[in-house]
């Protein structure tokens, strides 16, 4: 059984910074791939980043290229998203879920964490 946790969300002024971390436990196989999701209230959920657990490709929403990075620490099973420069509309839940691909919206999800971006 594979669980999901999200942490280091939070409220923050536009151009400033978070980093969410999503620690998982349970098994991590070299054919998976870590989300990072957002969902806005009254929008649907977005893919916004993600990275191969088996090696170094990541892939990134248009909206938060340049702006956004994510990184794995392989040891603590968590994937991290560094978000710089936030801007208003980057306000979501962001959730991470463990899929076979990139954008995948099948497997396991977290419970999600709050970021909110104030201008």
């Known amino acids: 059984q594979v669980q999901l946790v999200e942490s280091g969300g939070g409220s923050v002024q536009a151009g400033g910074s978070l980093r969410l971390s999503c620690t998982i436990s349970g098994p991590l196989y070299s054919s998976h791939v870590i989300n990072w999701f957002r969902q806005a209230p009254g929008k649907q959920r977005e893919f916004v980043a993600a990275a191969r657990w088996n090696d170094a490709r990541v892939y990134y929403a248009d909206a938060v290229k340049g702006r956004f990075t994510i990184s794995k620490d392989k040891p603590e099973k968590t994937v991290r998203l560094q978000m710089n420069s936030l801007k208003v509309e980057d306000t979501a839940v962001y959730y991470c879920?463990?899929?076979?691909?990139?954008?995948?919206?099948?497997?396991?999800w977290g419970q999600g964490t709050q970021v909110t971006v104030s201008a």
């Open positions: 879920n463990r899929a076979s691909g990139p954008g995948y919206e099948s497997g396991s």
